[in-house]
């Protein structure tokens, strides 16, 4: 059983760009997860979504972050116009339903903004 | 915020039990103890949980006070490769689905 799938695994992008970074969850899983890690910082929640749903985006920046979890194919976490700020690891956690799942994280997105 | 505290970090020698504890004062009733650790440059990777029985799996043991205010994980025979930073996470049911990281405790094996 595979697990989560997170690519591209490094992303580069200059100042001003989008970056897309995308997360396929574990077989049989339909919860999606992001959170991001700052360098040298903990792990801080950003969104939780459901198949099609915005669950919970408590955790996302009002601006230039977006996420979704389509019917069909992973889960995409948008940043429009990036800034350097927003270098960081990104990480997809996925579990098979709501309520007290355990929660399995891909290997991450490092993204760099030049 | 966190609601739990570990020590900032841990030496412990290869091949020697290692057990790492963690504070949870004011856990409510519904929280369950879970234990992930994030070794250098990967993903979080999830260790155990438990709401107020001892459990044991593959990786490791969780011990739980009776009171539930703190506990400890142990890793019987520490090798080089436990070398992470550990997290020791509360998570209700009923509450919201995120987890909540802190700072975590960074456990150094040593050969």
């Known amino acids: 059983n595979a697990g989560v799938m997170q690519n591209p695994r490094h992303l580069v992008r200059r100042r001003g760009q989008e970056a897309r970074l995308r997360c396929s969850p574990m077989?049989?899983?339909?919860?999606v997860y992001w959170y991001r890690q700052l360098p040298e910082e903990g792990l801080k929640f950003m969104v939780y979504?459901?198949?099609?749903?915005?669950?919970?985006e408590s955790g996302m920046p009002k601006e230039r972050f977006s996420a979704e979890f389509p019917k069909e194919g992973p889960s995409i976490l948008r940043i429009q116009q990036v800034v350097r700020g927003d270098s960081a690891a990104y990480f997809c956690?996925?579990?098979?339903?709501?309520?007290?799942?355990?929660?399995?994280f891909g290997p991450g997105t490092r993204l760099l903004v030049l | 915020d966190a609601k739990t505290t570990q020590p900032p970090s841990m030496d412990c020698a290869e091949g020697r039990a290692a057990n790492l504890p963690c504070n949870h004062s004011t856990i409510s009733g519904n929280e369950y103890v879970y234990w992930y650790r994030q070794i250098h440059s990967q993903g979080p990777q999830y260790i155990i949980h438990?709401?107020?029985n001892n459990e044991t799996n593959e990786m490791a043991s969780l011990i739980i006070t009776e009171d539930r205010k703190s506990s400890t994980l142990i890793l019987p025979h520490a090798t080089l490769r436990d070398t992470a930073v550990y997290y020791c996470i509360l998570h209700g049911r009923g509450g919201s689905e995120k987890l909540v990281f802190g700072k975590g405790m960074k456990l150094t094996v040593n050969p």
């Open positions: 077989k049989g899983h339909s919860h």
């Open positions: 438990g709401l107020k």
């Open positions: 956690a996925s579990s098979p339903s709501r309520g007290l799942e355990t929660q399995y």
């Open positions: 979504l459901q198949k099609e749903n915005i669950i919970d």
